[in-house]
């Protein structure tokens, strides 16, 4: 079953940065966005990011704004999500997942499919 592969996770300082990768495994399949996804300890699993499949749009949540970049790479059928700014509050396990339709809302667990196994981030302050 193809998947979805998340990779670039790591332990960093307030203020520093990574970059997160999401890979798709199996035979390429297409995405109509792809989406960043995250959980903290306690916590329910939250919206992050989205990109649509041409690239051209862009979503993000209000607490990542102005830190976060989520861009493509249409020809490694790779997304990426820049992290700057991070902060200990950044802190949880970072998912990817395939919204295969263009219907649904974006920031929604509902509407994607295809969950990777997450990648951990840890931001220590």
């Known amino acids: 079953q193809e998947q979805l592969v998340e990779s670039g996770g790591g332990l960093v300082q307030a203020g520093g940065s990574l970059r997160l990768s999401c890979a798709a495994s199996?035979?390429?399949?297409?995405?109509?966005?792809t989406g960043w996804f995250r959980q903290a300890p306690g916590s329910e699993r939250g919206f992050v990011a989205a990109?649509?499949?041409?690239?051209?749009?862009?979503y993000y949540a209000d607490s990542v704004k102005g830190r976060f970049t989520i861009s493509r790479d249409s020809a490694k059928n790779t997304v990426y999500l820049q992290m700057n700014s991070l902060k200990p509050e950044d802190t949880a396990v970072y998912y990817c997942?395939?919204?295969?339709?263009?219907?649904?809302?974006?920031?929604?667990?509902?509407?994607?499919?295809?969950w990777g196994q997450g990648t951990q981030v840890t931001v220590s302050s």
């Open positions: 990109i649509n499949w041409g690239g051209r749009s862009t």
């Open positions: 997942a395939c919204k295969v339709y263009s219907y649904g809302v974006y920031y929604s667990q509902g509407s994607y499919r295809n």
């Open positions: 199996g035979r390429t399949f297409s995405c109509y966005a």
